[in-house]
């Protein structure tokens, strides 16, 4: 049950200048390599056969002074949160490996969106580099499992960031006695699309259902189960992922925070979930199993404060839709529409303006 030695997590040090709060220019790194070698010494006492796993300072990657290795049986970690995933972001550590012959990790890593998770571990594979995430579980909805947040610690978290009053003794001890029971396994909200990301689509660009819709009369069809796949090919978001470290800018993807971790905006709660912020040039894929072909009648629930123009393309049909100006729910249809027998893919493409979305019924 041993698997390494892990000496010592994400080093944050200036060194050589109190300035360098984070060690990230730090030069020689000459505290941070003899602690390290210490600690090895102590280890190779009692165990020579375990692998020993470094990490540089600046957060695991910032390996000046620090290498050539002084453990044969060692492994270069790295950590890689928020930036571009090119092959510049992993390049200096191809360039390690090759150079002192030792094996390079992604330890640590996530924290973004689906986009983003895709992307980082396509490039890793693709560079022959293992990874590990950050985490399996936690709360929010960013993960493969979310752990839902107890109404009385939403009050302890409140009260530490001075947004609300101090909750009672017992109310405190109840929040943290529920979210231990939240955070058991069978109690949390599993994420297909997050893992749909991280395993199936670094290896394809094939579009597949988010969940089996079969055609029946007055079928409705969520709008926040559009099909599982990447971006452009099982939707279109224009802001997909949190790339600040190297834009210097925020992005968040999900502005709404909640439901599914891809570039779509989404809000509202359980039974109750939307699209927001569905913009211009936008659109969105489902996949409808039809055993009869037929005509049926197809329409859309939306709201578009200032006005907006959709379309609706079915089986080589396209069908354009004008929502009106106003803050409420409006169902709008595209009449009457043939569906093929078999796989039929629905794609609502925003043409102009600016709207939120429920479903798409069809009767």
């Not at 395993?199 to 007055?218: A, D, L």
Request: charged share 25%; glycine share 8%.
């Amino acid at each position: 049950w041993l698997g390494a030695y892990d000496i010592i997590n994400e080093p944050n040090w200036g060194f050589e200048s109190q300035d360098d709060r984070n060690g990230c220019n730090e030069q020689t790194n000459v505290p941070l390599k003899k602690l390290m070698v210490d600690i090895t010494n102590v280890i190779r006492e009692v165990d020579k056969n375990h692998i020993i796993i470094i990490e540089g300072n600046c957060w695991g990657n910032n390996y000046n002074g620090i290498l050539p290795l002084w453990d044969n049986n060692t492994v270069i970690s790295f950590h890689k949160y928020w930036n571009f995933n090119d092959q510049a972001s992993v390049q200096k550590f191809v360039d390690i490996r090759k150079q002192y012959n030792a094996p390079v990790w992604l330890g640590e890593s996530g924290e973004n969106s689906n986009v983003w998770f895709r992307d980082a571990i396509h490039r890793m594979e693709e560079n022959s580099i293992g990874w590990a995430w950050w985490p399996l579980k936690k709360l929010g909805y960013n993960n493969p499992l979310e752990v839902k947040v107890p109404a009385n610690y939403q009050k302890i978290l409140d009260y530490w960031s001075k947004k609300g009053e101090k909750p009672t003794t017992d109310e405190a001890f109840q929040g943290m006695m529920q979210l231990a029971e939240n955070l058991k396994l069978e109690n949390c909200i599993y994420h297909p699309d997050v893992i749909d990301a991280m395993f199936r689509q670094i290896r394809t660009n094939e579009v597949i259902p988010y969940k089996n819709y079969i055609m029946k009369m007055g079928l409705i069809i969520p709008a926040v189960d559009y099909d599982l796949g990447r971006n452009g090919f099982a939707y279109f978001d224009r802001d997909t992922a949190n790339y600040w470290v190297s834009t210097g800018k925020g992005g968040e993807g999900n502005r709404g925070h909640t439901y599914r971790n891809d570039g779509v905006d989404i809000k509202g709660n359980e039974g109750e979930y939307y699209v927001d912020h569905f913009e211009t040039g936008e659109w969105l894929q489902y996949t409808v199993n039809v055993k009869n072909k037929g005509k049926h009648e197809l329409t859309i629930t939306v709201s578009a404060k200032n006005g907006a123009e959709l379309t609706i393309a079915v089986a080589g049909q396209t069908f354009s839709i004008a929502v009106p100006a106003g803050d409420s729910w409006v169902t709008l249809g595209a009449g009457m529409v043939k569906f093929n027998r078999g796989m039929n893919i629905v794609r609502v493409e925003v043409r102009s303006g600016e709207l939120r979305m429920k479903n798409i019924r069809v009767q």
